[in-house]
């Protein structure tokens, strides 16, 4: 298995216990310690639950990137590969599928 950063849909997946993504987060977790989270997926997060105002899930994602991280150059964990296949050499997987 190799380093990744998630996406927004897969990271929204996850806050809301989709299983599937919940069971591949575990697996991803007993090969590394921390989840990646890109700076995109972290901002369009925010805003969304910010626009929501809802405190409690903002505090919920808010605690989430604290045991996490941010980074980048890594395998894009996204829902919407369709979006990013322009993009050239971009690495991607789909937890969702």
């Keep these: 298995m190799n380093r990744c950063t998630l996406d927004t849909n897969i990271i929204t997946a996850f806050l809301k216990n989709d299983l599937r993504v919940v069971k591949a987060v575990s697996d991803y977790l007993e090969a590394f310690d921390k989840l990646t989270i890109n700076i995109i997926s972290y901002y369009e997060i925010l805003r969304g ?48 599928a």
Excluded: P, S
């Design 49 to 96: 639950l910010k626009d929501l105002g809802n405190q409690e899930k903002l505090k919920h994602f808010e605690d989430f990137i604290q045991k996490n991280e941010i980074d980048e150059d890594l395998i894009l964990i996204t829902n919407n590969t369709g979006h990013f296949k322009r993009i050239k050499d971009l690495k991607m997987d789909n937890w969702l």
